[in-house]
């Protein structure tokens, strides 16, 4: 009886040992500021057409600060299923280079000096598109499909390389279900602006001459050339 008791007392320990691990300085929030749960599974189907990159899904996606002062974040990302010739890219503080297969990636560090820190991200669904000839639906396979499990870390400083302290896990499921649907190119009409950055994912204090990525109030993104 005393083993049984032992075994169970055991087991329950390990549990609360291991819920205790989930750090909570950080939550996932979606465009609406919503919280999104640990374990929670989402899905984004709404296709928008990028200046640049043609047909896109973006995932409207934050990580939201839940402590005071300044903390370092970092976003982990396994992407287990990708449809061959479209690709990823997250813009988390600065712009990763566009994943084109499933695998195991992370973000750049962001010392989280707002409340928020947005992705920035979009599921490109025609890694070859060119935006100065290409039809953007001409390539785009319908059925398509993504998935991707993200994890927020806890860093102590800009230059940690380590795995971090884990928060919260979230996935999503990417999937074009009808390229008919695209919503049509990104514009002002879509909110108003509250940010700029730069293509490495720097914030500008007024747009610059170039390619600017353009964040609006309603969490949508779009990049657009200034002359």
Same mark, same amino acid.
């Given at each position: 009886?005393?083993?049984?008791?032992?075994?169970?007392?055991?087991?329950?320990?390990?549990?609360?040992?291991?819920?205790?691990?989930?750090?909570?300085?950080?939550?996932?929030?979606?465009?609406?500021?919503? =919280?999104?749960?640990?374990?929670?599974?989402?899905?984004?189907?709404?296709?928008?057409?990028?200046?640049?990159?043609? $047909?896109?899904?973006?995932?409207?996606? /934050?990580?939201?600060?839940?402590?005071?002062?300044? =903390?370092?974040?970092?976003?982990?990302?396994?992407?287990?299923?990708?449809?061959?010739?479209?690709?990823?890219?997250?813009?988390?503080?600065?712009?990763?280079?566009?994943?084109?297969?499933?695998?195991?990636?992370?973000?750049? =560090? /962001?010392?989280?000096?707002?409340?928020?820190?947005?992705?920035?991200?979009?599921?490109?669904?025609?890694?070859?598109?060119? $935006?100065?000839?290409?039809?953007?639906?001409?390539?785009?396979?319908?059925?398509?499909?993504?998935?991707?499990?993200?994890?927020? *870390?806890?860093?102590?400083?800009?230059?940690?390389?380590?795995?971090?302290?884990?928060?919260?896990?979230?996935?999503?499921?990417?999937?074009?279900?009808?390229?008919?649907?695209?919503?049509?190119? %990104?514009?002002?009409?879509?909110?108003?602006?509250?940010?700029?950055?730069?293509?490495?994912?720097?914030?500008?204090?007024?747009?610059? *001459?170039? =390619?600017?990525?353009?964040?609006?109030?309603?969490?949508?993104?779009? *990049? *657009? %050339?200034?002359?």
């Amino acid at each position: 009886m005393r083993r049984v008791f032992t075994l169970a007392l055991s087991l329950l320990t390990g549990s609360l040992f291991a819920n205790a691990q989930i750090d909570n300085t950080f939550s996932f929030i979606d465009a609406e500021g919503n =919280v999104i749960e640990d374990g929670t599974t989402i899905k984004r189907t709404n296709i928008e057409n990028d200046t640049f990159y043609g $047909p896109v899904i973006h995932s409207g996606l /934050s990580v939201k600060k839940n402590v005071e002062g300044s =903390v370092y974040a970092r976003v982990d990302y396994t992407i287990k299923e990708m449809t061959e010739g479209t690709a990823y890219q997250i813009c988390f503080v600065n712009c990763k280079s566009p994943n084109l297969e499933a695998g195991s990636y992370t973000s750049a =560090v /962001s010392p989280m000096m707002g409340d928020t820190e947005p992705f920035m991200d979009e599921w490109i669904l025609d890694a070859n598109y060119n $935006p100065f000839g290409d039809d953007p639906v001409a390539n785009v396979k319908p059925g398509s499909l993504m998935t991707i499990t993200y994890t927020v *870390k806890k860093l102590a400083d800009a230059n940690d390389t380590s795995d971090g302290i884990a928060g919260p896990s979230i996935t999503v499921e990417f999937t074009n279900e009808d390229v008919t649907s695209i919503s049509g190119t %990104v514009s002002e009409d879509n909110g108003s602006i509250v940010a700029y950055y730069s293509l490495d994912g720097r914030k500008l204090t007024a747009p610059k *001459k170039g =390619v600017n990525i353009i964040k609006y109030a309603n969490g949508k993104t779009a *990049k *657009k %050339v200034i002359r």
